[in-house]
């Protein structure tokens, strides 16, 4: 008998046995209740979907899992939490062999007798994945935003933010450039 905090995971099988050869699609709705079974995200209040692509061939399944919607994030530079918008794909080919393999590189092998296969994890990956490293607030980047966090920042006279080029000094010459023009003069 299925416990009741395993019961939510019978939304995520596909039983492929018996199903036509072909395209066939699945959608699911993401939110904290589907985000709860899993470990801490480095988001809050999801609010994404998730649509499947579940190919069955004769003697693979072809599976694209895309993951779209906003989650709320802190920023790291400011720590103002905002909505970020995110998009995330993951392409899985499932082959049929003698043992079990997990997944590596996008492949995974299932016995000869498996019948079902259940995607929620790979669902649960695909979503997690596509929020980016670092998480930047807009106000942040257009210079809108105004917080403590930034005033500090700036009386640290902080210059740049990260991923942005920092400003030579008026002063730095290099004379090998100087050189390197010569050169490209002569050429032409």
């Known amino acids: 008998m299925m416990r009741k905090d395993e019961r939510w995971l019978r939304e995520f099988d596909i039983p492929f046995v018996g199903m036509k050869l072909g395209v066939h699609q699945f959608e699911y709705d993401l939110t904290d209740d589907f985000f709860s079974h899993y470990p801490e995200q480095e ?12 190919e069955k061939k004769t003697n693979m399944l072809l599976i694209d899992f895309k993951v779209s919607g906003v989650v709320e994030v802190d920023c790291d530079i400011s720590t103002e939490p905002f909505d970020l918008e995110i998009n995330g794909v993951w ?15 996008g492949v995974m092998t299932l016995k000869h007798e498996e019948h079902t296969i259940n995607i929620s994890q790979f ?34 006279r902080v210059e740049t933010l990260p991923g942005e080029p920092q400003a030579e000094p008026d002063n730095a010459h290099d004379p090998r450039w100087d050189k390197l023009k010569d050169l490209y003069n002569k050429l032409n």
């Open 43 to 54: 988001f809050r209040n999801p609010r994404l979907k998730s649509l499947v692509n579940f």
């Open 91 to 105: 392409h899985l080919v499932v082959k049929f062999g003698v043992e079990n393999t997990p997944e590596e590189d």
């Open 123 to 156: 669902i649960y990956e695909t979503a997690v994945l596509a929020v980016p490293l670092q998480k930047i607030h807009p106000g942040v980047k257009d210079g809108s935003l105004d917080n403590e966090v930034l005033r500090r920042l700036a009386e640290l």
